[in-house]
Protein backbone atom coordinates (compact mmCIF):
# COMPACT_ATOMS: atom_id res chain seq x y z
CA UNK A 1 0.00 0.00 0.00
CA UNK A 2 1.59 3.26 -1.00
CA UNK A 3 2.41 5.82 1.66
CA UNK A 4 0.11 9.30 1.54
CA UNK A 5 1.84 12.27 1.45
CA UNK A 6 4.03 12.86 4.46
CA UNK A 7 2.08 16.77 4.76
CA UNK A 8 -1.41 17.50 3.92
CA UNK A 9 -0.33 21.30 2.76
CA UNK A 10 2.33 22.97 1.78
CA UNK A 11 4.06 25.36 4.03
CA UNK A 12 7.36 27.32 4.00
CA UNK A 13 9.22 27.70 7.35
CA UNK A 14 11.39 30.34 7.16
CA UNK A 15 7.52 32.15 6.49
CA UNK A 16 5.17 30.35 8.97
CA UNK A 17 5.23 31.93 12.55
CA UNK A 18 6.73 29.31 14.84
CA UNK A 19 5.67 28.85 19.12
CA UNK A 20 7.95 26.93 21.72
CA UNK A 21 6.95 25.07 24.29
CA UNK A 22 7.95 21.75 26.74
CA UNK A 23 5.14 20.01 25.81
CA UNK A 24 2.38 19.79 23.39
CA UNK A 25 -1.15 18.79 24.19
CA UNK A 26 -3.35 17.95 20.80
CA UNK A 27 -7.01 17.46 22.45
CA UNK A 28 -8.83 18.26 25.24
CA UNK A 29 -11.11 16.09 25.94
CA UNK A 30 -10.71 14.31 29.07
CA UNK A 31 -7.55 12.37 28.32
CA UNK A 32 -6.18 15.12 27.16
CA UNK A 33 -6.95 17.79 30.23
CA UNK A 34 -5.93 14.81 32.29
CA UNK A 35 -2.51 14.09 30.86
CA UNK A 36 -1.87 17.65 30.57
CA UNK A 37 -3.14 17.77 34.67
CA UNK A 38 0.22 15.47 35.33
CA UNK A 39 2.60 17.76 34.11
CA UNK A 40 4.70 19.31 36.64
CA UNK A 41 4.25 22.86 37.67
CA UNK A 42 7.44 24.04 36.31
CA UNK A 43 7.15 22.51 32.70
CA UNK A 44 4.79 24.51 30.07
CA UNK A 45 2.31 23.18 27.93
CA UNK A 46 -0.05 23.73 25.54
CA UNK A 47 -3.55 21.97 25.02
CA UNK A 48 -4.84 22.52 21.57
CA UNK A 49 -8.10 21.82 20.29
CA UNK A 50 -10.19 22.79 17.16
CA UNK A 51 -13.34 23.39 18.47
CA UNK A 52 -13.94 25.04 21.82
CA UNK A 53 -12.80 23.48 24.65
CA UNK A 54 -16.07 22.11 25.83
CA UNK A 55 -16.78 20.13 22.41
CA UNK A 56 -15.87 16.92 22.84
CA UNK A 57 -17.07 12.94 23.20
CA UNK A 58 -16.17 13.15 26.50
CA UNK A 59 -18.57 15.98 27.23
CA UNK A 60 -21.12 13.86 25.43
CA UNK A 61 -20.13 10.53 27.13
CA UNK A 62 -23.45 9.46 29.56
CA UNK A 63 -22.32 6.33 31.21
CA UNK A 64 -20.91 5.98 34.55
CA UNK A 65 -17.52 5.14 35.52
CA UNK A 66 -16.28 1.69 37.03
CA UNK A 67 -13.90 1.15 40.00
CA UNK A 68 -13.70 -1.26 42.72
CA UNK A 69 -15.29 1.25 45.88
CA UNK A 70 -17.35 -1.03 48.02
CA UNK A 71 -15.79 -3.74 50.28
CA UNK A 72 -17.91 -6.57 49.01
CA UNK A 73 -16.09 -5.71 45.40
CA UNK A 74 -12.87 -7.44 44.16
CA UNK A 75 -9.97 -6.18 41.82
CA UNK A 76 -9.85 -9.61 40.76
CA UNK A 77 -13.62 -9.42 39.88
CA UNK A 78 -13.88 -6.35 37.93
CA UNK A 79 -10.64 -7.89 35.98
CA UNK A 80 -12.26 -11.04 35.28
CA UNK A 81 -15.54 -9.22 34.83
CA UNK A 82 -13.79 -7.26 32.39
CA UNK A 83 -11.67 -9.86 30.45
CA UNK A 84 -14.84 -11.67 29.88
CA UNK A 85 -16.69 -8.80 28.16
CA UNK A 86 -13.87 -8.19 26.50
CA UNK A 87 -14.65 -11.46 24.23
CA UNK A 88 -10.77 -12.47 23.86
CA UNK A 89 -9.64 -8.95 22.82
CA UNK A 90 -8.27 -7.73 25.70
CA UNK A 91 -4.41 -7.31 26.61
CA UNK A 92 -4.67 -8.40 30.34
CA UNK A 93 -2.07 -6.30 31.67
CA UNK A 94 -3.57 -3.06 31.07
CA UNK A 95 -6.92 -4.71 31.98
CA UNK A 96 -5.34 -5.37 35.16
CA UNK A 97 -3.59 -2.00 35.42
CA UNK A 98 -7.08 -0.05 34.34
CA UNK A 99 -9.17 -2.08 36.81
CA UNK A 100 -6.30 -1.18 40.03
CA UNK A 101 -6.19 2.48 39.02
CA UNK A 102 -10.14 3.05 38.41
CA UNK A 103 -10.51 4.24 42.12
CA UNK A 104 -7.51 6.14 42.63
CA UNK A 105 -8.96 8.38 39.37
CA UNK A 106 -12.28 8.43 40.29
CA UNK A 107 -10.92 9.94 43.90
CA UNK A 108 -8.87 12.58 41.78
CA UNK A 109 -12.01 13.54 39.12
CA UNK A 110 -13.62 14.00 42.98
CA UNK A 111 -10.72 16.11 44.22
CA UNK A 112 -10.82 18.06 40.81
CA UNK A 113 -14.39 19.31 41.76
CA UNK A 114 -16.19 16.44 39.72
CA UNK A 115 -19.92 15.77 41.95
CA UNK A 116 -21.11 12.18 41.26
CA UNK A 117 -24.09 11.21 42.56
CA UNK A 118 -24.35 9.82 45.98
CA UNK A 119 -26.82 7.94 48.70
CA UNK A 120 -26.87 8.84 51.90
CA UNK A 121 -23.58 11.11 52.08
CA UNK A 122 -22.08 8.12 49.85
CA UNK A 123 -21.09 7.28 45.98
CA UNK A 124 -23.82 5.64 44.41
CA UNK A 125 -22.71 2.91 42.93
CA UNK A 126 -24.64 1.16 40.67
CA UNK A 127 -24.63 -2.77 38.98
CA UNK A 128 -24.48 -2.64 34.72
CA UNK A 129 -23.32 -4.48 31.59
CA UNK A 130 -21.22 -7.66 32.30
CA UNK A 131 -20.22 -6.85 35.86
CA UNK A 132 -21.14 -8.93 38.81
CA UNK A 133 -21.45 -6.49 41.66
CA UNK A 134 -21.78 -2.74 42.16
CA UNK A 135 -19.41 -0.56 40.99
CA UNK A 136 -20.88 2.16 38.07
CA UNK A 137 -20.24 5.59 39.61
CA UNK A 138 -22.69 8.35 37.67
CA UNK A 139 -22.83 11.93 37.65
CA UNK A 140 -26.12 13.75 37.03
CA UNK A 141 -28.00 10.86 36.25
CA UNK A 142 -27.06 10.38 32.66
CA UNK A 143 -24.29 12.98 32.56
CA UNK A 144 -21.11 12.23 33.93
CA UNK A 145 -19.17 13.39 30.88
CA UNK A 146 -20.62 16.86 31.39
CA UNK A 147 -20.04 17.02 34.71
CA UNK A 148 -16.02 15.67 34.39
CA UNK A 149 -15.10 17.84 31.62
CA UNK A 150 -16.86 20.84 33.94
CA UNK A 151 -14.79 20.08 36.27
CA UNK A 152 -11.54 19.06 34.63
CA UNK A 153 -11.65 22.34 32.32
CA UNK A 154 -12.17 24.64 35.58
CA UNK A 155 -8.90 22.80 37.05
CA UNK A 156 -6.94 23.08 33.90
CA UNK A 157 -7.59 26.57 33.73
CA UNK A 158 -6.13 27.28 37.45
CA UNK A 159 -3.39 25.47 36.49
CA UNK A 160 -0.38 28.51 35.65
CA UNK A 161 1.53 26.50 33.24
CA UNK A 162 -1.01 25.31 31.08
CA UNK A 163 -2.05 27.09 28.27
CA UNK A 164 -5.04 26.67 26.10
CA UNK A 165 -5.60 27.25 22.93
CA UNK A 166 -9.18 26.40 21.25
CA UNK A 167 -10.72 26.93 17.68
CA UNK A 168 -6.83 25.70 16.44
CA UNK A 169 -6.96 22.70 13.57
CA UNK A 170 -4.07 20.40 14.22
CA UNK A 171 -3.08 20.21 10.49
CA UNK A 172 0.09 17.41 10.67
CA UNK A 173 2.87 16.44 12.97
CA UNK A 174 5.83 17.86 12.82
CA UNK A 175 8.64 15.21 12.66
CA UNK A 176 12.49 15.02 12.42
CA UNK A 177 14.51 12.04 12.09
CA UNK A 178 11.88 9.74 12.79
CA UNK A 179 10.71 11.58 16.06
CA UNK A 180 7.66 13.79 16.82
CA UNK A 181 8.75 17.59 17.38
CA UNK A 182 5.46 19.25 17.36
CA UNK A 183 2.80 20.26 14.87
CA UNK A 184 1.61 22.36 12.53
CA UNK A 185 -1.57 24.29 13.28
CA UNK A 186 -3.81 26.59 11.52
CA UNK A 187 -5.73 29.63 13.69
CA UNK A 188 -8.27 32.08 13.56
CA UNK A 189 -7.12 35.27 11.83
CA UNK A 190 -3.37 34.00 12.10
CA UNK A 191 -3.47 31.20 9.45
CA UNK A 192 -0.51 28.58 9.60
CA UNK A 193 1.51 28.28 12.67
CA UNK A 194 4.55 25.79 13.79
CA UNK A 195 4.27 24.66 17.39
CA UNK A 196 7.84 22.64 18.39
CA UNK A 197 7.42 20.52 21.50
CA UNK A 198 10.02 18.44 23.35
CA UNK A 199 7.37 16.00 23.77
CA UNK A 200 3.63 15.78 21.81
CA UNK A 201 0.71 14.08 23.62
CA UNK A 202 -1.98 12.95 20.88
CA UNK A 203 -5.06 12.36 22.36
CA UNK A 204 -7.17 13.82 19.61
CA UNK A 205 -10.44 11.78 19.64
CA UNK A 206 -12.05 9.04 17.55
CA UNK A 207 -13.51 8.47 14.20
CA UNK A 208 -17.31 8.58 14.88
CA UNK A 209 -18.58 10.76 11.93
CA UNK A 210 -16.74 9.13 8.90
CA UNK A 211 -20.04 6.67 9.80
CA UNK A 212 -23.30 7.00 7.86
CA UNK A 213 -24.73 6.31 11.52
CA UNK A 214 -22.97 7.47 14.81
CA UNK A 215 -23.93 9.02 18.16
CA UNK A 216 -20.63 10.73 18.14
CA UNK A 217 -20.85 14.56 18.19
CA UNK A 218 -19.59 16.44 15.01
CA UNK A 219 -15.98 16.85 16.47
CA UNK A 220 -15.21 13.33 16.16
CA UNK A 221 -13.69 12.84 12.99
CA UNK A 222 -10.54 11.41 13.25
CA UNK A 223 -7.88 13.62 11.84
CA UNK A 224 -5.56 12.88 14.78
CA UNK A 225 -5.52 9.22 13.79
CA UNK A 226 -4.96 10.76 10.06
CA UNK A 227 -2.07 13.21 10.93
CA UNK A 228 -0.24 9.84 13.18
CA UNK A 229 -0.68 7.74 10.23
CA UNK A 230 0.80 10.57 7.93
CA UNK A 231 4.16 10.90 10.28
CA UNK A 232 4.55 7.09 10.08
CA UNK A 233 2.94 5.62 13.50
CA UNK A 234 0.86 2.25 13.45
CA UNK A 235 -2.57 2.39 13.83
CA UNK A 236 -4.28 -0.07 15.69
CA UNK A 237 -7.57 -1.27 17.37
CA UNK A 238 -9.21 1.42 15.72
CA UNK A 239 -12.66 -0.61 15.22
CA UNK A 240 -16.27 1.36 15.35
CA UNK A 241 -17.66 0.49 18.90
CA UNK A 242 -21.21 0.68 18.67
CA UNK A 243 -23.63 1.41 21.87
CA UNK A 244 -26.84 -0.29 22.84
CA UNK A 245 -28.89 2.15 20.71
CA UNK A 246 -28.67 4.45 17.93
CA UNK A 247 -31.86 7.08 17.36
CA UNK A 248 -32.77 7.79 14.02
CA UNK A 249 -35.60 9.78 13.32
CA UNK A 250 -36.70 13.54 12.75
CA UNK A 251 -39.57 13.55 15.22
CA UNK A 252 -38.93 11.17 18.17
CA UNK A 253 -36.60 12.74 21.23
CA UNK A 254 -33.49 11.09 21.20
CA UNK A 255 -33.82 8.50 24.66
CA UNK A 256 -31.24 9.24 27.37
CA UNK A 257 -28.62 5.73 27.78
CA UNK A 258 -30.48 5.06 30.96
CA UNK A 259 -34.10 4.87 29.19
CA UNK A 260 -32.07 2.66 26.31
CA UNK A 261 -31.27 0.19 28.16
CA UNK A 262 -34.25 0.16 30.27
CA UNK A 263 -35.29 -2.40 27.96
CA UNK A 264 -35.93 -5.86 28.34
CA UNK A 265 -33.75 -7.10 25.86
CA UNK A 266 -30.88 -5.32 23.68
CA UNK A 267 -28.66 -6.68 21.47
CA UNK A 268 -25.52 -4.63 22.29
CA UNK A 269 -21.07 -5.13 21.80
CA UNK A 270 -19.42 -5.12 24.60
CA UNK A 271 -16.05 -3.52 25.22
CA UNK A 272 -13.08 -3.17 27.05
CA UNK A 273 -11.16 0.54 27.57
CA UNK A 274 -7.60 0.59 27.84
CA UNK A 275 -6.02 4.05 29.42
CA UNK A 276 -2.76 5.05 28.53
CA UNK A 277 -0.92 5.65 31.74
CA UNK A 278 1.41 8.60 32.89
CA UNK A 279 1.17 11.87 31.46
CA UNK A 280 3.57 11.22 28.67
CA UNK A 281 1.28 8.69 27.47
CA UNK A 282 -2.51 9.36 27.51
CA UNK A 283 -4.89 8.45 25.17
CA UNK A 284 -8.16 5.81 24.98
CA UNK A 285 -8.59 2.51 23.10
CA UNK A 286 -11.67 0.54 22.66
CA UNK A 287 -11.91 -3.07 21.49
CA UNK A 288 -15.20 -4.08 20.80
CA UNK A 289 -16.06 -8.00 20.18
CA UNK A 290 -19.42 -9.23 18.24
CA UNK A 291 -21.23 -10.59 21.53
CA UNK A 292 -24.45 -10.07 22.87
CA UNK A 293 -25.42 -9.55 25.83
CA UNK A 294 -29.22 -9.92 26.86
CA UNK A 295 -30.00 -7.26 29.43
CA UNK A 296 -33.09 -8.11 31.74
CA UNK A 297 -32.59 -4.89 34.46
CA UNK A 298 -31.50 -1.07 34.29
CA UNK A 299 -27.98 -1.16 32.54
CA UNK A 300 -27.14 2.08 31.14
CA UNK A 301 -24.18 0.88 28.69
CA UNK A 302 -20.95 3.37 29.11
CA UNK A 303 -20.98 5.75 26.49
Known amino acids: MARPH ?22 AG ?51 DTLTAGGGLCQR ?37 GHSHRRIVHALGDATGFEVMRAIIAKAKEAPNLTIWDDTFTIDLLTHQGCCVGALVDRPNQGKLLIWAKQTILASGG ?19 AAAYRAGARLRDIRKRFGSLSWRTETWPKPSSTARSASTLLATTRSSISFGSGWANAGIAIKPSPNASRVSRRIPFPS
Not at 97 to 114: M, S, W, Y
Open 30 to 80: IAGLRAALEIPKEIDALVVTKDSIQQSNSTYAQGGIAGVLSPEDRFENHIE
Open 93 to 129: DIVELVVREAPHQINDLIKFGTKFDEEEGHLALTREG
Open 6 to 27: RYLVQFNPKQTPHFFTDILVVG
Open 207 to 225: VGMVYRETTNPPVATGDGM
